[in-house]
């Protein structure tokens, strides 16, 4: 079925493109990997780091969109060749069609069938989308409507079951979704207020006998949005119907029945030189997938919402080793480790210094701060049979991670260009990664960045890391020299020179470079890969200790 789509779609591409008539666009992306031998780097159980199993990897994409008048086509095929990267989806194996859809849009009215992504408010109920650095693709395939019969109302109906591999998720997703904005339904001339309802329904029958919870698991959510001059304000409270806890992957607890909760709220305020910005969240038994027993795997298959760490995303490799995850889940079955979700926040503040000031230069000067601090939620929990919980909704437990630092941007002239950072970190790795430890780190970083002329420019940067436990102490330095807009050289190295056993004092480099050719990127490169979580947008994948060639091509057209 899916060869006779693909050969439909491109068959109709070809021929009406050759007619002059629709547009055809898309792309293409390789990610390859030569993984070597390397008797110098260990892996978690302190073995050398020696090939895979097919040690020449590569992740491909490739996607075409073909488009004509109110409607439009696309399919996107995927190669993993000869195996998928290291610590991608199993399920990501050979070559074969991966997405299709079909989609009819007018002012009023959009219709798609096929597979399709979609967000319902922040996405803590229902988010799909894509992410290839992180191995994500939960698209949904059945159909979406959208109906917008005037401009302040806007409602969605989707249904559909969840990629996973070249295959769908047993469990169904269905939902609704309405965003109304009052200001245009009123006519506010100087405010923008607005309210969304959702709902999401997870369909799945389990292998359970006698099951103490339904196969229907239902999610509703309400948002408030709104804004007046520099000020803006939003809130949303989402709430998941009783359903079976799943504390060990594979393993439904029939004996564990509870509710799940969220409650989000951001305000700021901002104007020219001036921001500030708060975020509260409070998570109770919110992991959703679209199979229960998906809970707890690696690859983040299956997964319906968004639950990002709401924490300063650092550019900084060092500031990265030991990166919050969301805590979402409930765990009972250590004494030492118990917890039922996540509370906490962060505070953003960043100032200019004006221009011709004492402080802000020739130049100006920026200053940006930020504080960040997530405990477990507080209550009462009971390991033993029965086991369950009772949390208070503005309980903080035992601290997950903080994270304070102050980043100092100066423009010294027209060529050079300065940040200076400090970062203070607490991270509790029993809790967090349900291991053992806990860690403190003091981190400084700076970076120079100087513009020859308008398209060459040196950037440096260097960083080091001051650590209580665990692997302690490292230092890292990076290099990139722009050749003008296309070329670019760069090197780094990451070195944990603390390390209590001298075996693990390991440098982490890469040498590599990149061309770039209108919409053409090609980057080649060669180093070590630190084992740990690689993360974007505050979702994150754990990738292994490896070394290698890589290769990157992604073109458009």
């Given amino acids: 079925?899916?060869?006779?789509?693909?050969?439909?779609?491109?068959?109709?591409?070809?021929?009406?493109?050759?007619?002059?008539?629709?547009?055809?666009?898309?792309?293409?992306?390789?990610?390859?990997?030569?993984?070597?031998?390397?008797?110098?780097?260990?892996?978690?159980f302190y073995n050398s780091v020696s090939q895979p199993e097919n040690p020449v990897r590569s992740n491909s994409y490739l996607f075409v969109n073909y488009k004509i008048k109110n409607w439009s086509f696309g399919v996107q095929g995927e190669a993993y060749e000869q195996d998928a990267l290291l610590n991608y989806n199993p399920k990501y194996k050979g070559v074969n069609l991966a997405t299709y859809y079909a989609r009819f849009k007018m002012e009023k009215i959009d219709v798609t069938a096929g597979y399709f992504y979609e967000q319902f408010g922040s996405g803590l109920l229902l988010r799909t989308w894509e992410d290839r650095a992180l191995g994500i693709n939960n698209a949904l395939r059945g159909g979406r409507i959208i109906f917008k019969p005037v401009s302040s109302f806007t409602l969605k109906a989707v249904y559909g079951q969840q990629r996973t591999g070249f295959d769908v998720s047993n469990g169904k997703i269905y939902?609704?979704?309405?965003?109304?904005?009052?200001?245009?339904?009123?006519?506010?001339?100087?405010?923008?207020?607005?309210?969304?309802?959702?709902?999401?329904?997870?369909?799945?029958?389990?292998?359970?006998?006698?099951?103490?919870?339904?196969?229907?698991?239902?999610?509703?959510?309400?948002?408030?949005?709104?804004?007046h001059g520099s000020f803006y304000l939003s809130t949303e409270y989402d709430y998941k119907s009783e359903d079976a806890v799943v504390q060990v992957r594979n393993q439904i607890d029939n004996n564990l029945i509870k509710p799940g909760s969220a409650l989000l709220f951001n305000m700021g305020y901002s104007k020219r030189g001036l921001g500030i910005d708060g975020t509260f969240r409070r998570l109770e038994n919110m992991s959703f997938f679209s199979e229960r027993i998906a809970k707890g795997n690696s690859f983040n298959d299956l997964i319906m919402n968004y639950i990002p760490s709401l924490t300063k995303q650092h550019h900084y490799n060092l500031a990265n080793i030991y990166v919050y995850q969301a805590q979402p889940n409930v765990i009972l079955n250590d004494v030492s480790i118990v917890?039922?979700?996540?509370?906490?926040?962060?505070?953003?503040?960043?100032?200019?210094?004006?221009?011709?000031s004492k402080l802000g230069g020739k130049y100006g000067t920026k200053v940006a701060v930020n504080y960040s601090q997530y405990n477990a939620l507080g209550g009462k929990f009971y390991i033993y049979t029965p086991q369950d919980y009772q949390t208070d909704f503005f309980g903080f437990g035992k601290k997950y991670f903080s994270d304070v630092n102050v980043e100092i941007t100066k423009k010294w002239n027209n060529?050079?260009?300065?940040?200076?950072?400090?970062?203070?970190?607490?991270?509790?790795?029993?809790?967090?990664?349900?291991?053992?430890?806990?860690?403190?780190?003091?981190?400084?970083?700076?970076?120079?960045?100087?513009?020859?002329?308008?398209?060459?420019?040196?950037?440096?940067?260097?960083?080091?890391?001051?650590?209580?436990?665990?692997k302690k102490n490292w230092a890292a330095l990076t290099a990139e020299v722009n050749l003008g807009t296309k070329y670019t050289i760069f090197a780094s190295d990451m070195y944990n020179y603390g390390n209590d056993d001298p075996k693990l004092r390991i440098n982490y480099y890469t040498i590599g470079n990149s061309y770039r050719y209108k919409s053409t990127r090609v980057s080649l490169s060669y180093g070590r890969q630190r084992g740990g979580l690689v993360c974007v947008g505050g979702v994150c994948r754990y990738v292994p200790e490896s070394t290698g060639v890589s290769l990157s091509l992604n073109t458009s057209f």
Avoid: C
């Fill in 415 to 470: 060529k050079l260009q300065t940040v200076l950072s400090y970062i203070n970190q607490y991270y509790n790795k029993k809790l967090v990664e349900e291991t053992y430890g806990e860690v403190k780190t003091n981190i400084i970083g700076a970076e120079a960045t100087y513009r020859f002329n308008d398209t060459k420019s040196l950037r440096l940067q260097g960083e080091h890391m001051w650590a209580d436990s665990d």
């Fill in 175 to 227: 939902g609704v979704d309405a965003d109304i904005s009052l200001s245009d339904l009123f006519k506010f001339e100087n405010s923008d207020l607005g309210i969304g309802f959702s709902y999401v329904g997870r369909d799945e029958k389990t292998d359970i006998v006698n099951p103490k919870f339904n196969d229907v698991t239902n999610g509703f959510a309400g948002r408030i949005n709104y804004s």
């Fill in 1 to 44: 079925m899916k060869k006779i789509i693909f050969l439909l779609f491109f068959g109709t591409t070809f021929f009406v493109n050759g007619q002059d008539k629709g547009t055809v666009f898309g792309g293409f992306e390789t990610n390859a990997q030569w993984y070597l031998n390397d008797k110098t780097l260990y892996d978690e």
């Fill in 339 to 356: 917890k039922a979700g996540e509370i906490g926040g962060q505070i953003d503040l960043f100032y200019n210094f004006k221009k011709g």
